[in-house]
């Protein structure tokens, strides 16, 4: 999902459907905030907005109403991506955070560090690596098969970092990359 915003989806969670905000989304599993009810182990399935609607189990949950689910079944990410885009005017159309799990190289200065790309947006990226480098610096993402602008670590959490790009990313590259990325690990 774009960040700072949520897509409104319905859990159904025994015979009670409930509006949710999606937060993330992959593949294998979603995260859904105010979704108070389902607690780790239900089952639940999941109303999206491309009309698919996998069933699920609760992988966690939380006292504020945030579940993890996991899908009993990889659902087609591209179907829901195409239409989120094609659904949006031409001029503002955005490219939703998507988790993805890949591995890439972290560039600062002369220095390579191997990371892992957690999720990518138009306008920027989620790394994971050990050796990231300290919030401020200036980086290049590398990773095979797309072009990714270069950009800066606006934040840092333990092992976790925050890449804003310095140029806007297109969704034209990234949904034929996504789909090789879902192709290639068979989900």
Do not use: Y
């Not at 939380?62 to 990889?74: E, K, L």
């Not at 925050?162 to 969704?171: C, I, K, N, R």
């Amino acid at each position: 999902m774009p960040a700072g915003r949520c897509d409104a989806a319905g859990l159904l969670h025994g015979s009670v459907r409930r509006t949710c905000a999606m937060r993330a989304i992959s593949s294998l599993g979603a995260m859904l905030e105010s979704c108070p009810g389902p607690a780790e182990g239900d089952r639940v399935a999941l109303e999206l907005p491309s009309g698919q609607r996998p069933t699920a189990r609760v992988v966690w949950s939380d006292r504020c109403g945030t579940v993890g689910i996991a899908f009993d079944d990889s659902i087609d990410i591209i179907a829901l991506l195409n239409r989120q885009l094609v659904s949006q005017a031409p001029e503002r159309r955005t490219m939703p955070r998507l988790d993805v799990r890949c591995p890439v190289h972290v560039k600062a200065g002369g220095e390579f560090m191997p990371a892992t790309l957690r999720n990518i947006s138009a306008e920027g990226l989620q790394v994971e690596g050990r050796q990231l480098p300290a919030a401020g610096t200036f980086v290049g993402v590398v990773a095979d098969g797309l072009i990714i602008p270069p950009g800066e670590i606006v934040w840092r959490k333990g092992t976790l970092g925050g890449v804003e790009l310095f140029e806007t990313l297109s969704w034209s590259s990234v949904v034929p990359w996504v789909r090789e990325l879902v192709r290639r690990s068979g989900n």
